[in-house]
C-alpha cells in the first residue's frame, strides 16, 4: 500500500541522492578544474601561421557605380522606399523629419528649401552623386558623423542601388 509515510521515504530518497550527485560533481569540478577564470584553455605551445597578419588588412571592394546603376530595378528600390517614407517625401518643397528628396540625385547637399539641416553633410560631399547617395546610405552616422538622420542604413548594395535608381525617376 501506498501510504503517506511511504511516499515520504521515496521523495527524501530522491532528494538526498540528487543532493550527493550535486556535491559530487562540485568537488570533481573543484578537483580536475584546468585554464584561467573563466574556464578557458590555455594554450601550452603556439604553432605561427601567419593569418593575424593577412587578417589585418581590411579589404575594400571597388564599386563601378556606372554598371550598379545600369542593373539597378527601380521597381524594386520603390519597396525599398518604404523604409524612407515615414521621415521623406517625393515632392519639391515639402519637408518631414527628413529633407525632401524630389531631383535629390546630382542635388547639391544641404539645400532643400525649409529644412534646417545639421551641417554634417556639407563637411563630407559637396553635391549627392550615385556614390555619395551610396555610401550615405549604407551607414548615414559612419559616412557623415554628427548628422540627425536616425535610419540605421542598408547593408545590402544591390538594396541601396535600387533605391537610387527610384530616387533617380524623381527628377527633372
Request: glycine share 12%.
Amino acid at each position: 500500500m501506498l501510504d503517506t509515510m511511504t511516499f515520504t521515504k521515496i521523495v527524501g530518497s530522491f532528494c538526498g541522492a540528487l543532493l550527493i550527485f550535486l556535491l559530487g560533481k562540485w568537488a570533481a569540478e573543484t578537483l580536475y578544474h584546468v585554464g584561467g577564470d573563466h574556464g578557458e584553455a590555455v594554450a601550452v605551445y603556439v604553432i605561427e601561421t601567419g593569418e593575424d597578419e593577412a587578417g589585418t588588412e581590411e579589404v575594400v571592394a571597388e564599386v563601378n557605380f556606372d554598371t550598379l546603376l545600369e542593373t539597378a530595378d527601380a521597381s524594386a528600390g520603390e519597396r525599398q522606399w518604404g523604409k524612407c517614407r515615414a521621415c521623406h517625401v517625393l515632392e519639391a518643397g515639402e519637408n518631414r523629419a527628413g529633407p525632401y528628396l524630389y531631383n535629390v540625385v546630382g542635388r547639391d547637399v544641404g539645400v532643400a528649401e525649409g529644412f534646417n539641416y545639421s551641417g554634417a553633410l556639407n563637411e563630407v560631399a559637396d553635391v549627392w552623386t550615385v556614390e555619395n547617395l551610396y555610401r550615405f546610405i549604407e551607414n548615414p552616422r559612419g559616412w557623415a558623423p554628427g548628422t540627425s538622420m536616425g535610419f540605421a542604413g542598408l547593408s545590402d548594395s544591390e538594396d541601396r542601388a535600387n533605391l537610387i535608381a527610384y530616387l533617380a525617376t524623381f527628377s527633372e
